[in-house]
């Protein structure tokens, strides 16, 4: 059995499906099932559940299923053989509608009607009689002959698209042109809509429709004329490709294709590579050479120890450019250089390689707080054959001032074999009689309180000293390691050993000083001997200091090596495409990682060429494309989750770096680490090495790719930039094709050509270019046959590109967020209009928009003679209508295709326009960050409402200070982001005023 039960409330469909459940097992094996809407908070069900209880009940593994109005319409299960009313039918559609369902022949329906109800039963007894009629009537009409419809008429001319079967007949042409119509770019002042003549029988289509005759004129029968102009129309549009062959408008599907890509799978989990010079196996019992490099460390500070070099030892050579083998380290009290220098290689016996990994293990581990017992580093440890970090940082000494591997205190790590010639054992330690010699600079530790000190040398106190402790009291140094600590000193005449702390490991890759240490004298302790354990001897405090910055260093060149690698990948199949590797390591550096350089400004660079390339190709190749199809297929090709999807394809995720160097996860060369495994691949060719996964998201991947776009553009210029573009998938050139459209009207009958050109100063070889840029959509009149909207799409992306990269080659000591900033303040479509109503170019705008008169004539009346002195920022308190800024594209992409696409032409045209050019001191906080930030600031309470709604946009700031209450509500035709900059910048100048009136 298949069974309906239709029910009003969705409460009800759970309390049915309840009892239903606890009853049928008692008598057969049949289950229920209860489906609701979405408009309810109880339980509610997502379609994709909804749809797999439908297909149960198809199939019979659900045989009831309690329903509200949901499934009156569409559910068509055959086997349906019982309907039943629970609550009755509110209308007579509803009545229909769920008799319907009872699909299987001699099915039946029932209504449940509560007792005593008489007007519910009157009502369906209606409903029942009602239906009867129209049966009744269908079977009488049925056995009537059909006559011929005039609507058949409609069927006789169609235009058929063979590869998919599409057909557009006479009676569905007007409803899909003026749905393509409908898709054509559209502002607040015109609607794209076709025109019909019916005068002369010709239609006129909007300028933004890419046909070259943009009016269809047919000849016909009278009365059908318009659909066989209409259905004219689809069909050139479907021959220039402005249709698809399922004649649907192309900008639908494209929308559709980039919606798709947003919604592609993205795994978050990323490799993190490591270099592949500092990864190797460990060779089986025979020496092996390792490349020496010299770690020349010079502080930049003053302080009691100074730093001395270091030895790092490869396996492999070091491919670094000169300017990767140089950089500094922010430090407490400054900075920290280093300075690599190849020195030759050294040839090390299995004995040699194990004693360099116990002291780099040992020492390391002690400073980064790692419990290491030597000891328990065998021989089978270190050397199994298994991928690990292989290299060695071991201490230098000038012989000779030739530096050279001290040898000696890498024997440190075994103080028993040190014997003196000149004094005998006579203090006694924690683990028995030594030298003193020894402990002049010992690395020890105190079993009482588990920590670990270097010592400097032997003082002329004893246990019987005095101390100064707390509140000027004074007792000795044995009473006092008797009241802290519980313990008796058993040599209370020996010498005490003058110690200071180990050095903490600290993340100094940062490029800021840190705050400073607590004072150097309290960094000393006096201990005694016999509480000491040595753990390495003889080894100085300026190597433990030394070895302290080892971490952040080796983690900085660690990151030079994988950009390196990166660079070596490119390089391999464009090896023409050089860049320094440096570069590559700040477009793969994120903020996040907290270091003084990262991708923000090459990733503002690179997504303004990759903006300007794409546009001029697609400009180029699509001359019949208009400007809303335009930006929709470069949205595909440069959107986020398209850039990522290309960078994950090259494998650039495990490149990037997005999080804070961390100390306490840097692996200590030697150590087999049980948090990660490293693991091998291969990539066209080359080898990668990866140490697991960490959280990386979309965007980043994509910001990096746009980043290293900037760095090949900043390094070796647009050619660079085409090469990686073309290396990660993105093909692009700068072919010129020539710009073709019928335009027969003379340019100087329509605008003031000589006005123009004097302004821009550049003279039009094609006028007509200037026409149309200054040609709004609703300038109907067939004389130019296509406005701006093109023309603005690519000066767009000029211009953008233009002012982007001015900005970063004029100011290159800003910062990245400076930059950012600047772009902001200079390219958007406010500073445009400003520089457009300075220039009156207000007055040679052809539209046919009252609207768009009376937004400029307003504006015009608002527009002080002050805020018209610059041409940036967010000060004007004034809304632009968008026409004007869009202008100042059009004309540049105007210029751009006339000059053949040369973009120093439109820059010494279109920059006058625009001047005086931001300036790191001239900019502004954009109000709506600066309004945020002093709310967040003084702990006011600041709430906002935006909307729009029938082109009216309304965006109302109530700020709450100090209990005063600062409010403005904007209301216009502006977008939403100009609405709230707007009325963020009232509420600041009501906050500002307030704050006077107080002074």
């Not at 029932?110 to 009629?133: A, C, H, N, P, Q």
């Amino acid at each position: 059995m298949r069974c309906i039960v239709f029910v009003e409330r969705v409460i009800t469909a759970i309390v049915l499906e309840v009892l239903l459940n606890n009853l049928l097992p008692k008598y057969n094996s049949w289950t229920a099932k209860f489906i609701a809407g979405n408009s309810s908070k109880l339980q509610n069900q997502s379609r994709k559940n909804q749809n797999q209880i439908v297909e149960d009940f198809r199939m019979g593994l659900v045989n009831v299923i309690v329903a509200t109005s949901i499934l009156e319409e569409g559910l068509d299960v055959q086997s349906c053989n019982l309907v039943i009313r629970f609550d009755p039918s509110p209308t007579v559609c509803s009545f229909v509608q769920s008799r319907g369902r009872a699909r299987m022949q001699n099915s039946d329906y029932i209504l449940m009607v509560k007792s005593g109800d008489s007007v519910t039963r009157s009502r369906l007894e209606k409903y029942l009689d009602g239906v009867e009629m129209m049966r009744k009537e269908s079977l009488h009409h049925s056995s009537l002959p059909c006559e011929s419809l005039e609507s058949d008429k409609f069927n006789e001319q169609t235009y058929r698209v063979a590869s998919t079967g599409a057909v557009v007949n006479l009676s569905s042409s007007i409803t899909l042109l003026y749905l393509y119509c409908s898709r054509l770019p559209a502002d607040g002042y015109f609607k794209p809509t076709p025109r019909w003549d019916k005068q002369t029988g010709t239609l006129y289509l909007p300028k933004s429709c890419p046909l070259q005759v943009q009016a269809v004129n047919v000849h016909g029968e009278s009365k059908y004329l318009k659909n066989i102009a209409c259905l004219e129309a689809c069909k050139r549009l479907h021959m220039i490709g402005a249709l698809t062959d399922n004649l649907v408008p192309s900008i639908v599907v494209e929308k559709a294709e980039v919606e798709d890509f947003g919604n592609e799978p993205y795994d978050e989990d990323q490799p993190s590579y490591v270099p592949l010079e500092l990864v190797n196996r460990m060779p089986n019992n025979s020496n092996t050479i390792y490349y020496c490099y010299l770690l020349e460390l010079k502080q930049n500070f003053s302080y009691d120890i100074t730093v001395q070099d270091i030895f790092l030892a490869t396996r492999v050579k070091l491919d670094l450019e000169t300017e990767c083998m140089q950089f500094n380290m922010g430090f407490d009290r400054g900075s920290l250089s280093v300075n690599l220098k190849y020195k030759g290689s050294i040839n090390l016996s299995p004995d040699q390689v194990l004693l360099c990994k116990r002291f780099q293990v040992n020492v390391l581990g002690i400073l980064m707080n790692h419990k290491t017992d030597m000891e328990t580093v065998s021989d089978k440890f270190c050397l199994e054959d298994d991928l690990e970090f292989d290299y060695l940082l071991l201490p230098s000494i000038a012989i000779e001032e030739t530096p050279s591997v001290d040898w000696i205190t890498i024997n440190s790590i075994h103080p028993s074999i040190v014997k003196c010639l000149h004094h005998e054992a006579n203090i006694w330690t924690e683990k028995g009689l030594v030298c003193p010699c020894i402990l002049r600079n010992a690395l020890i530790c105190t079993p009482h309180n588990g920590r670990t000190y270097i010592t400097t040398g032997i003082m002329e106190l004893d246990g019987n000293s005095p101390l100064e402790v707390g509140d000027g009291e004074v007792i000795t140094y044995k009473k006092y390691f008797g009241q802290k600590h519980g313990i008796q000193l058993r040599f209370e005449h020996q010498r005490l050993l003058k110690a200071r702390h180990v050095f903490p490991v600290k993340n100094y890759c940062h490029g800021y000083r840190q705050a400073k240490d607590r004072d150097v004298s309290k960094t000393f302790v006096e201990l005694p001997p016999e509480l000491c354990s040595i753990i390495m001897s003889p080894i100085s405090v300026r190597t433990i200091y030394s070895f302290s910055f080892i971490p952040s260093i080796m983690h900085r060149l660690e990151s030079l090596l994988v950009a390196l690698n990166f660079k070596k990948m490119h390089l391999s199949l464009c090896p023409q495409n050089s860049i320094q590797t440096f570069k590559v390591l700040e477009a793969m550096t994120t903020k996040s990682c907290k270091e003084n350089f990262h991708y923000e400004s090459l990733e503002t660079l690179g997504d303004s060429f990759l903006k300007y390339a794409v546009s001029q190709q697609l400009f180029n190749m699509y001359e019949n494309h208009h400007e809303g199809l335009l930006s929709v297929k470069r949205e595909k090709i440069i959107c986020n989750a398209a850039l990522c999807k290309l960078g994950c394809s090259s494998k650039l995720p495990g490149f990037i770096r997005n999080e804070p160097f961390d100390p306490k996860t840097w692996i200590i060369p030697g150590v087999k680490s049980r948090c990660f495994k490293l693991e091998e691949t291969v990539f066209k060719g080359t080898k990668i090495y990866t140490r697991g996964n960490r959280k990386l998201k979309r965007k980043i991947a994509a910001d990096v790719v746009e980043a290293l776009i900037g760095a090949f553009l900043s390094t070796g210029g647009e050619m660079a930039a085409l090469l990686f573009l073309d290396w990660v998938g993105i093909k692009v050139n700068f072919n010129i094709t020539p710009y073709e459209r019928q335009f027969d009207a003379c340019p100087d009958n329509l605008i003031n050509v000589s006005f123009l050109e004097s302004l821009l100063k550049h003279s039009f070889r094609d006028r007509s270019l200037l026409v149309e840029a200054m040609t709004h959509g609703s300038y109907m009149l067939p004389d130019v046959p296509r406005c701006y909207q093109r023309l603005e799409y690519l000066g767009d992306a000029v211009l953008d590109y233009l002012i982007t990269t001015h900005l970063y080659n004029e100011h290159p000591g800003m910062t990245p967020g400076q930059l950012t900033d600047m772009r902001s303040a200079s390219v958007n479509n406010d500073c445009y209009a400003m520089s457009a109503i300075k220039v009156q170019l207000h007055k040679h705008v052809l539209h046919a928009s009252q609207e768009l008169h009376k937004h400029i004539a307003a504006t015009l009346d608002k527009f002080d003679e002050q805020s018209s002195s610059q041409t940036f920022g967010w000060e004007s308190e004034a809304s632009f209508p968008k026409v004007l800024g869009d202008i100042i594209e059009s004309l540049a992409g105007a210029i751009f295709v006339d000059s053949g696409y040369n973009k120093e032409v439109v820059w010494q045209s279109i920059r006058p326009l625009l001047e005086p050019l931001v300036t790191p001191d001239t900019l502004t906080i954009h109000p709506i960050r600066e309004l945020t930030e002093l709310c967040q600031k003084m702990n006011y309470t600041m709430e906002k409402n935006l909307s729009r709604n029938d082109g009216v946009t309304s965006c109302r700031i109530e700020v709450i200070a100090d209990g005063i209450i600062h409010q403005y509500e904007y209301k216009g035709s502006t977008d939403k982001k100009t609405a709230t900059r707007l009325a963020c910048k009232r509420v600041l100048n009501s906050l500002q005023l307030k704050e006077t009136q107080d002074q």
